[in-house]
């Protein structure tokens, strides 16, 4: 199947463990991803702050690419990108107006009918899950995680339409299909302060620390996440909140992709696993 | 259903989101779940009355408005479906829009530092916007050992990416005339 791919600005940096582990577990699961051509930027906060106008015609512009390139569905694994291009696609689908004001402005007559999808929609189809259980090279069992989805995957509901919002189960059921022992907790839904971080530090620390605590409390060994900004903020501000809230848990942020690829027998610089702040290396090599 | 505004103020919200604050019953759940009230001087709930009275000052000089972290559970869980995320933004809109003092300076200065590398790069870039920001806030030393540590694990990029730059200024320069005109 190929689907078309808006990676987005973070998988290009902050966060290239997703875009390098998706893309080398996706040829396994009978996937091909074709990348948008020179993509922009989809806004992010700053523009739906910003400009309500802006906010929509940014991930209107990298649709319309995708609509050029004759592709009906996009795959776009960070979840605020993942928000801001199914919001734009909401809100044009909803006033032609909108649609009209939009298209003069990416020069272009806009028909709004690509689909937008995360990997984790598609990862949880039966179709796939069978194929990766039937690639499953590494038993990942004795490894204990939560997941950790964050804000904008399931958030509005009325737009994102995606899994249960108070306590989806996608990436549980995945992970666990490919035979990693996932926990139950409290935490799936709460917000880790996302592009906070810059700016207001401490909210964030305060957010994560919450997290952290209660992923320890249930005797996770680490959290599977499918938000870069999620990632971001857990993985390059754990050592700070240790500190400041004079704890001591030590719990490797996996991308959920990271985990596939090391189950489909992976190697860890395949999976970028070494670029992580927080290494992971003591916990893989105690469990597999 | 559809409530006329009472004031002037809730007008202007409704017209720049959409969203009707009339609706609200003030059953205080949106602030119940949100997860920075406790640094905001006016919960959600309480912004949202205000609009209803008109208060513009108050809500455009607030820090709740800056302080939103967008992250949406007040809109998932408002039983009366006012997306109060939507309101949160066009405060801010107007606010930016009418050149209020941001009583939280640094946040709408990383959103214009952001921006402007959208516009000129067409994509982000994590090291100029770190910049930008530093000469807007003055806060040089902030986050400087991180910044560091993300270069050496090869996170941050040196260079950003010239990627559709004409095209991208465009849609910049075509939203801003469009907003001028009332749109």
Redo the contacts between chains.
């Keep these: 199947m190929i689907y078309s791919y808006y990676p987005g ?2 998988l ?3 966060a ?1 463990e997703y875009n390098l582990s998706l893309k080398a577990i996706c040829p396994v699961l009978g996937i091909e991803l074709k990348e948008v051509k ?4 989809c ?12 906010s929509v ?2 991930p209107a ?1 990298s649709l319309a690419e995708v609509e050029k390139e004759g592709l009906d569905e996009v795959v776009v694994p960070c979840a605020a990108c993942f928000q801001r291009l199914k919001t734009a696609r909401y809100e044009l689908e909803n006033s032609p107006e909108l649609l009209k ?1 939009v298209s ?4 272009y007559p806009f028909e709004n009918k690509v689909k937008v999808l995360h990997p984790l929609e598609i990862f949880s189809s039966s179709n796939v899950l069978e194929l990766a259980k039937r690639n499953i090279k590494k038993d990942l069992s004795k490894l204990k995680v939560v997941c950790y989805y964050g ?2 995957l399931t ?3 009325k737009v994102m339409q995606f899994d249960n ?2 306590y989806p189960l996608s990436m549980d059921e995945i992970l666990s299909r490919i035979g990693v022992t996932v926990l139950d907790w409290s935490y799936k839904t ?2 880790c ?4 971080a ?4 401490e ?1 964030v620390l305060r ?1 994560i620390n919450n997290i952290f605590e209660n992923a320890e409390a249930v005797g996770a060994d680490a959290i599977a996440v499918g938000c870069t900004l999620c990632h971001t903020n857990l993985d ?2 754990q050592e700070e909140a240790k500190k400041v809230y004079n704890k001591n848990y030590n719990l490797p942020i996996f991308f959920f992709t990271q985990l596939m690829g090391l189950a489909f027998g992976m190697s860890a610089k395949e999976l970028s696993l070494h ?1 992580h ?1 927080v290494s992971p290396d003591k916990l893989l090599s105690k469990i597999i | 259903m559809v409530i006329a505004p009472d004031s002037k103020f809730a007008e202007r919200v409704l017209k720049e989101s959409g969203q009707s604050v009339n609706l609200c019953y003030q059953c205080r759940k949106c602030a119940s779940g949100c997860p920075v009230v406790y640094e905001m001087d006016y919960t959600p709930t309480q912004i949202i009355h205000a609009i209803r009275l008109g208060m513009k000052d108050l809500v455009l000089n607030s820090k709740a408005i800056w302080l939103c972290a967008s992250c949406e559970t007040c809109t998932t869980r408002c039983p009366q479906d006012v997306d109060i995320a939507k309101v949160m933004d066009a405060a801010r809109q107007i606010a930016i829009r009418e050149k209020v003092k941001p009583q939280v300076g640094d946040i709408p200065a990383f959103n214009k530092s952001f921006l402007q590398m959208v516009r000129i790069f067409g994509r982000s870039f994590d090291l100029g916007l770190t910049m930008l920001l530093k000469l807007r806030t003055r806060e040089f030393t902030k986050d400087m050992d991180l910044g560091v540590k993300l270069l050496r694990k090869g996170k941050l990029k040196l260079f950003p990416s010239f990627t559709r730059i004409i095209e991208t200024n465009k849609i910049f320069s075509k939203v801003s005339k469009m907003e001028k005109e009332g749109k």
């Excluded at chain 1, 020179?38 to 930027?41: A, E, F, R």
């Excluded at chain 1, 302060?193 to 906070?196: C, D, K, P, R, T």
């Excluded at chain 1, 810059?198 to 530090?201: D, H, N, P, Q, R």
């Design positions: 600005c973070s290009d940096g902050t290239k020179d993509w922009i930027c806004g992010a906060t700053s523009a739906h702050q910003t400009s309500h106008l802006l015609s940014l512009k004001d003069v402005i990416i020069d804000c904008l958030r509005p509901p919002y108070e709460d917000c302060g996302a592009s906070l810059l700016t207001k530090s909210i957010l390059t501000r670029t702040f």
